[in-house]
């Protein structure tokens, strides 16, 4: 199901809980959304939807994921650049790392740990600071 997008600093301030099972719902919600927005959006945390867990939906090269739980386990080669927000006007300046490690969850709540480099490493690096309460 398609979700409104929340544009709430106060809301997108707010830390995530960690998701459970009961929330691969929600997961399913950002992954439906994401494809609603396909044409202006590569990437949703659920507290842009208005829930608080620690759940992103990315597309890389054009295929949608869902992750739950993510937690950058390691990172390098940091980058200045500008980014962009479905929930903010405008872009801002901000600092990422090329090559990332993630370990998550996925849809059936088993764990996976991978590195991911490059436009794809950025995307989760905003989204998992969405989950953080981090805006930038």
Request: with cysteine.
């Amino acid at each position: 199901m398609e979700r409104a997008i929340v544009t709430s600093r106060l809301s997108l301030r707010m830390p995530s809980e960690p998701a459970t099972a009961q929330d691969v719902a929600t997961a399913q919600d950002l992954l439906d959304t994401l494809a609603a927005h396909h044409n202006e959006c590569v990437g949703l945390a659920a507290n842009m939807v208005g829930i608080r867990r620690r759940i992103i939906a990315i597309s890389d090269n054009g295929a949608d994921s869902a992750m739950l739980n993510p937690t950058i386990v390691e990172k390098s080669a940091p980058y200045q650049t500008e980014e962009g927000c479905l929930s903010l006007p405008g872009r801002r300046a901000t600092t990422r790392y090329q090559h990332i490690v993630v370990r998550w969850q996925d849809l059936d709540m088993v764990w996976h740990q991978k590195r991911f480099s490059g436009w794809t490493a950025q995307i989760i690096q905003h989204e998992i600071d969405h989950c953080d309460g981090i805006l930038i």
